[in-house]
């Protein structure tokens, strides 16, 4: 890439509400149904964009497809503080099927109770949901017909928000879709419980396919790693047990518990599509950096300009060259192309690893390790399934 945006990168809109509680107990929504549908996705910013349309009548909008949070939400009029987007602002009062939601419905206590904002008898459901990175959206619950293509889904819980805040612009679309393991994310509440993406390369500015339903399958030679049990705690993200990691032939001594889960429910590893880069905590990244300084034969330079510290001089080669990586998961070993964790700068004369230090007990596999990976989640099954693909071309 001509210039890295590693800055933007950082940004993790995955990490949902930090303390995503609903009091230990799962809320059944009154309405779910079992639909199949597929939206276009394309790189924006840090993210990946989903298309659709909301509304009757339709009004199409980009906005983040994010694995790490639950609450779909888009900028509704009239906004008290909106960021900049490409499309024109949601109006919930021009639509013949906007409904908003009281503040009993089963999908507001769906909320995590400390994002709800109302208490009954208050008439409206209204929540303040903020993200890993701090950004926050604030506004009112309500229903509201979704299209994917020629696929419309009506009576769909979604925020409906006026006062956003935060690290959002217009390569951020109109705002985000949860593709997260709770009640309000859209896979919940399509009620297959299936989905697959594919994420096309940074700067290709070409399309693939979100599936959901029956249309997402994998080959059978995808290989399948089982998902690990959430903490109460953190019901919405989708952790895996990581067991090591290999660069080149080295296979790096990171402790066993490294990766594991504690009795509290902090630490693990979570697979999110909202994060950019691979955030990877003390002991394991620590290893990494050593090994990928040992192994890449190039001089180590200072990448703090763009945010990352395994950064290396780069002589303007059109190929990023890398000694290889591999994530092993349980049941499976993914093997990650050097240019899923190694990009160029030239204007700074770098080429750097997309991995981070953690600033927390949590480890997260990003978005640009996966690209052109197709990667199938199987909510009911319990299973992550992936399988290297040209993602353009499916």
Same mark, same amino acid.
């Given at each position: 890439?001509?210039?890295?945006?590693?800055?933007?990168?950082?940004?993790?809109?995955?990490?949902?509400? @930090? /303390? *995503?509680?609903?009091?230990?107990?799962?809320?059944?929504? @009154?309405?779910?149904?079992?639909?199949?549908?597929? =939206?276009?996705?394309?790189?924006?910013? !840090?993210?990946?964009?989903?298309?659709?349309?909301?509304?009757? %009548?339709?009004?199409?909008?980009?906005?983040?497809?994010?694995? $790490?949070?639950? #609450?779909?939400?888009?900028?509704?009029?009239?906004?008290?503080?909106?960021? @900049?987007?490409?499309?024109?602002?949601?109006?919930? *009062?021009?639509?013949?099927?906007? =409904?908003?939601?009281?503040?009993?419905?089963?999908?507001?206590?769906? #909320?995590?109770?400390?994002?709800?904002?109302?208490?009954?008898?208050?008439?409206?459901?209204?929540?303040?949901?903020?993200?890993?990175?701090?950004?926050?959206?604030? &506004?009112?619950?309500?229903?509201?017909?979704?299209?994917?293509?020629?696929?419309?889904?009506? +009576?769909?819980?979604?925020? /409906?928000?006026?006062?956003?805040? $935060?690290?959002?612009?217009?390569?951020?679309? *109109?705002?985000?879709?949860?593709? $997260?393991?709770?009640?309000?994310?859209?896979?919940?509440?399509?009620?297959?419980?299936?989905?697959?993406?594919?994420?096309?390369?940074?700067?290709?500015?070409?399309?693939?396919?979100?599936?959901? !339903?029956?249309?997402?399958?994998?080959?059978?030679?995808?290989?399948?790693?089982?998902?690990?049990?959430?903490?109460?705690?953190?019901?919405?993200?989708?952790?895996?047990?990581?067991?090591?990691?290999?660069?080149?032939?080295?296979?790096?001594?990171?402790?066993?518990?490294?990766?594991?889960?504690?009795?509290? &429910?902090?630490?693990?590893?979570?697979?999110?599509?909202?994060?950019?880069?691979?955030?990877?905590?003390?002991?394991?990244?620590? +290893?990494?950096?050593?090994?990928?300084?040992?192994?890449?034969?190039?001089?180590?330079?200072?990448?703090?300009?763009? &945010?990352?510290?395994? /950064?290396?001089?780069?002589?303007?080669?059109?190929?990023?060259? !890398? %000694?290889?990586?591999?994530?092993?998961?349980?049941?499976?070993?993914?093997?990650?192309?050097?240019?899923?964790?190694?990009?160029?700068?030239? *204007?700074? @004369? #770098?080429?750097?690893?997309?991995?981070?230090?953690?600033?927390?007990? #949590?480890?997260?596999?990003?978005?640009?390790?996966?690209?052109?990976?197709?990667?199938?989640?199987?909510?009911?099954?319990?299973?992550?399934?992936?399988?290297?693909?040209?993602?353009?071309?499916?």
């Amino acid at each position: 890439m001509e210039k890295l945006l590693l800055l933007l990168f950082l940004f993790s809109f995955g990490a949902a509400p @930090s /303390c *995503s509680m609903t009091g230990g107990v799962r809320i059944e929504l @009154s309405r779910v149904q079992s639909t199949d549908v597929q =939206a276009p996705l394309n790189a924006g910013g !840090g993210s990946f964009l989903m298309e659709l349309a909301i509304g009757t %009548p339709t009004l199409s909008y980009s906005a983040i497809m994010d694995t $790490g949070s639950d #609450l779909i939400w888009t900028q509704c009029q009239p906004c008290l503080r909106c960021f @900049s987007q490409l499309t024109p602002l949601y109006d919930p *009062s021009r639509s013949s099927t906007y =409904a908003t939601l009281p503040c009993n419905a089963s999908q507001c206590l769906s #909320l995590p109770s400390f994002t709800r904002t109302c208490a009954p008898p208050a008439s409206d459901c209204s929540y303040d949901y903020t993200y890993g990175d701090n950004s926050s959206t604030d &506004g009112v619950l309500g229903t509201e017909t979704f299209t994917f293509g020629s696929v419309a889904v009506s +009576e769909v819980a979604f925020g /409906c928000s006026n006062n956003n805040n $935060g690290n959002f612009d217009n390569s951020s679309g *109109s705002g985000i879709v949860g593709m $997260g393991r709770g009640n309000l994310s859209l896979v919940s509440q399509l009620g297959d419980g299936r989905f697959s993406y594919c994420l096309t390369s940074y700067g290709d500015n070409k399309t693939s396919p979100l599936l959901l !339903g029956a249309m997402a399958t994998l080959s059978e030679q995808a290989q399948s790693t089982p998902f690990v049990a959430n903490p109460p705690s953190f019901p919405s993200y989708y952790y895996l047990s990581l067991l090591g990691i290999t660069v080149g032939d080295t296979e790096l001594p990171i402790p066993n518990t490294t990766f594991s889960m504690t009795s509290n &429910g902090t630490g693990g590893v979570i697979i999110d599509s909202g994060t950019t880069l691979t955030l990877l905590v003390d002991a394991a990244y620590e +290893e990494l950096k050593g090994a990928f300084e040992s192994q890449m034969n190039l001089t180590a330079a200072d990448g703090s300009a763009l &945010g990352l510290d395994i /950064c290396f001089t780069y002589g303007g080669e059109e190929k990023v060259q !890398g %000694p290889g990586l591999v994530f092993h998961f349980e049941g499976a070993d993914m093997n990650i192309p050097p240019e899923n964790y190694i990009q160029a700068d030239s *204007s700074l @004369s #770098l080429q750097c690893v997309m991995v981070v230090r953690s600033n927390s007990t #949590l480890s997260i596999f990003g978005n640009i390790m996966q690209q052109n990976m197709h990667v199938l989640y199987d909510l009911a099954g319990g299973m992550l399934s992936f399988e290297a693909e040209q993602c353009d071309q499916l």
